[in-house]
Every structure is written in C-alpha cells, then in structure tokens.
C-alpha cells in the first residue's frame, strides 16, 4: 500500500508474526542435517560436545555390482523424515521421548570424491573413527555395503579391548572374495564381510547373518563362512520360524564371547516391492514391520556401539518409500537405545 507522500508502507500486520528456530520448523525448510539436529563435523567439536549418537553420511557407491545411486542414500535418508522438533515421541516405547533423553547430532558427511576407491573407504574410515573416538556412536548412512569395512573396522578399533559382534541384515552374504578379480586391499558390496574377518576386525564366530536368499554368493562362499564360523539365517527359515524368534536367536549367538555390538543393515533385506530403492533387490524378502520390530529388539536388548544402514538408492525409490523406511530404521534404533539408557542400562560408548 502507497502512503500519501508516494513512499511504500507495509500492511500493519506483516510484522507481528512470531520467528521459529530452524529446528522447529517444517522439515522442507532450513536444515537439512538428521531430524534437524545440531551440525558437528569436526574432531574437536565432537570431543567437546560428547554427544550419544553422531549420524555419518558416506556417499559412496563406487562398489556397486549392479545398479548403481547410493551415493545420493545419505541425503534422501536424511530428508525423508516428516518429524520437527526435539519432543517427538515414540509410540513404540510408550510415549518415551528419545531426544530428551539422549544427545544426537549430524557429523556430516566422510569426504568422499568419485571414482577414487581407496580414497572413500580411507575417509570413511577416518570419519567414523572420528566419531567413536570421541565415546559417540557412529550411525552411518550409506553407500554401497562396501562402506561396512572401513566403519565397522574404525569401531572395533576405537571399542579395543571390548569385544565386537556383528549381526548382519542383507540378502546377500557379502563375503566372496573379489568382485572381479579386485585387489584385496579393496573391497566392492559382495566383499566387505569377507574383508572384516580376513582382517581380524571381527572374528567369524562373532559374526551374525539374518535374512538371506535368491541365487548368490555361489557355494563356495558359505564353505569358507563355515569354516570362519559365521551363522547365517536364511529367509526359509525367518519364514517358517517367524521373524521376532529367529532375530531372537540372532541376538543370542552376536553375544557369545563379545561384549558390544555392531548393526548392519541392507536395505535390500525388506521385500523390494516395500523397498524398491536399492542397487540389488531380491524378491521374498522382511516387511518393513518386521525389520523394524527387529532393529528394536537388537537395540534394546545389547549394547550397540555402531550401527549402518546402506544401500538406498534414490534414482530407483518410489514415493521416497525406501528412503522413509531407512530413515525410520535409525530412528527405531535411537528410540530403542533411549529406552535402554531409560531402563538403567550402558548405552553405546559409555565408560
């Protein structure tokens, strides 16, 4: 509106609405950081800050067999998430409020460039340690599967001389020796729970699979996972038994001889038409129901000091479905570590 002297003048009203903080804004605005939490990327700042959980984003898909896209699953997981604020509550923990009970923040992302393959398992490597250095827990947003070996390798490390066990959620084994014919100082997605065990970093007893099925890795693959002493469930059996039984069972073996546990989780576990984003999807696979009762029994019921959830990749997603169902898996898993720490019990890195 004019004034009568030719100058502009704002409608009275255009100045007495309230300013919100970024964090409580609508999710498609202002930060684009996990749930909106605080940005901490640095060594340092973590150190200071000693915060619970620290969520990481590895952008790398240059391990990929087949299609490829993960790259872009750490910021599609980060912004597919309809929650605002810190007072959310979770309906599957009675009302329980995760984030007034544990301290989360974003670290970033691991500097990953394309097409430099021992470069973006190095920085991964680095990032991760970061973080479990400074008594956090790593959460770390893939990428290919290839991205397990230098995380779960920087959490053992940092966790040394606690114990380390691994359950595993994949459709596939990951555990052939080379993806045509690949150095062994490298790693693509159907190598990197081979290289943990040849390197040590997790022994093959302590080492738990859930879920898997189809028509790979080839025989010889399981001979040499029995010989390393890995357990596996296959899907058959999840069928027959029943999921919350056989994640029952997988939790049990994880805490033979180990102390603290690691989590990986493949997208490509869940049925691909429930999960459709993914680089290797494999008919007959979890609900996502099931997987995510048994990403809360995981981590309620055992100390879980790192966790990943990979291979999402958005060129191939639906309606952001795959991406809202590895966002809930993180979240199921913040929620249920909340509860653990509720109910009196360690939590993650704590001393």
Do not use: C
Request: without cysteine.
């Amino acid at each position: 509106m004019s004034s009568g002297d030719g100058e502009f003048a704002p409608q009275f009203w255009m100045n007495d609405f309230p300013i919100y903080e970024d964090r409580m804004l609508p999710t498609y605005v202002g930060s684009t950081t996990f749930l909106k939490r605080p940005l901490v990327q640095s060594g340092p700042e973590l150190q200071d800050r000693r915060a619970d959980i620290a969520v990481v984003g590895a952008p790398f898909d240059d391990g990929a067999s087949h299609r490829a896209g993960a790259r872009f699953g750490p910021r599609a997981i980060r912004l597919a998430s309809n929650i605002t604020g810190d007072d959310y509550p979770s309906l599957q923990h009675d009302l329980l409020e995760p984030l007034s009970i544990l301290d989360v923040v974003d670290a970033g992302d691991a500097n990953i460039v394309p097409s430099w393959h021992e470069r973006g398992h190095a920085m991964i490597y680095r990032k991760v340690r970061e973080v479990a250095d400074a008594a956090t827990v790593p959460v770390v947003l893939g990428g290919d599967h290839s991205i397990s070996w230098p995380s779960v390798t920087a959490v053992a490390e940092a966790v040394w001389p606690l114990r380390l066990g691994v359950v595993h959620f994949d459709a596939h084994a990951g555990t052939v020796p080379s993806n045509w014919g690949q150095p062994v100082n490298l790693s693509g997605h159907g190598t990197p729970m081979r290289r943990l065990i040849e390197s040590r970093a997790v022994r093959g007893e302590n080492f738990v699979q859930v879920g898997l099925r189809g028509y790979w890795p080839p025989g010889s693959a399981f001979a040499w996972m029995k010989e390393q002493g890995m357990r596996w469930h296959f899907m058959t059996e999840v069928e027959e038994r029943g999921a919350e039984e056989v994640v029952s069972q997988a939790i049990g073996e994880a805490l033979e001889g180990t102390d603290v546990i690691y989590l990986s989780m493949d997208i490509d576990v869940v049925e691909p038409g429930v999960a459709p984003g993914t680089g290797t999807p494999e008919p007959g696979g979890l609900s996502g129901r099931e997987i995510l009762r048994a990403v809360r029994q995981i981590a309620k019921a055992v100390r879980v000091v790192g966790m990943d959830v990979v291979e999402v990749s958005p060129p191939y997603d639906n309606a952001e479905v795959t991406a809202t169902l590895a966002n809930r898996v993180v979240m199921e898993a913040i929620a249920s570590m909340a509860a653990r720490r509720a109910s009196g019990e360690v939590v993650g890195l704590e001393r």
